[in-house]
């Protein structure tokens, strides 16, 4: 058996394999906080949005926006000119200067949905498919998150897809679902596209924090937990629609709601500064759903343990 993630030291959770990190998040029953960072830029000069996350309580990083084929990383590295082959070498980097297991947003793009709005063209390296999971295991994640940024395209049936790309050429631990409509006429989340993400073989089933999305309610989302945990699922809820910008009683009121649920993952996203979510809002999450004493021990314990 493996300790807790919420408990456990960066010599430890760095060499965690898929199984044992969905283990160590189970054993935590529903106090861990992923953080999602757009990696491109940042709010302070010459560090990583990563490190800041961290900081503040986060126990994973979620990297967006990161092209696999370019993994560059502002405040990672001190000019452009650094070498192509350091910069492979980025993620290995990220994670001996954070000490917490890093994944990565990849997307299901689907360029035959019917969009509610005009489509946003990502980078190749952010999408999906076959040769940019290849990339995502060979760069070192622990796990990848397969959702939708806004406006992008992302359906529950691309998702599908991917999943069953993603247990052929990633190792790692595998995150699905969408945060929002990422600009597709369908429903956000269901029982039966729950249903279809875990016959597809994802390990976590992402859904939509309550009051983020509308009209998905307590009752769905306890619905969705038992039917996830009775196949030996783990669910993310995230707060991925700008309001991980909203104010710290915001931040309390859908943690509890939402860990009343059952869910084991609780994601702060990155649309507040359009960078991450505020420093305050990570600190306000994670002493909601775990209290002063873990959360201190969070954010105080060393990554040379």
Known sequence: MV???ISADTSETLQFNANDLKQSIKASEGR??????????????????????AAFGADMLLMNRLDVFKPEIFGLYPSEDDASHERRESIQRLQ????RPIGINLEPIDKKAEMVEDRLEI???????????QEAESLGFQFVVLTGNPSTGVSNAATVESLKLAK????????????????VDEPVISKEVVQSFLKAGA????????????????????DIV?????????????????????GKSYIENIAMRTKICGVDIQHIGDSAWGVQSPFENIYALSNAIRGERHTIQRMARSINR
Do not use: W, Y
């Open 32 to 53: 861990v906080i992923v953080s999602e960072n757009i990696v491109t830029q940042s709010n302070i000069d010459e560090i990583t949005t990563a490190e800041i996350a």
């Open 168 to 183: 052929k050429h990633f190792s790692g631990l595998i995150i699905a679902g969408k945060m929002h409509g990422s600009g």
């Open 226 to 246: 038992k039917l996830v945990h009775n196949e030996n699922g783990l669910v993310m809820s995230a707060i991925g629609t700008s309001q991980e910008g909203s």
């Open 123 to 133: 980078s190749r390296g952010c999408v999906a498919d076959t040769e940019v999971l």
């Open 203 to 222: 390990d976590v089933i992402l859904v939509p924090a309550i009051g983020t999305v509308p009209g998905f309610d307590e009752e769905e989302l306890k």
């Open 3 to 5: 300790k807790r993630l």
């Open 96 to 99: 001996k200067l954070v000490g």
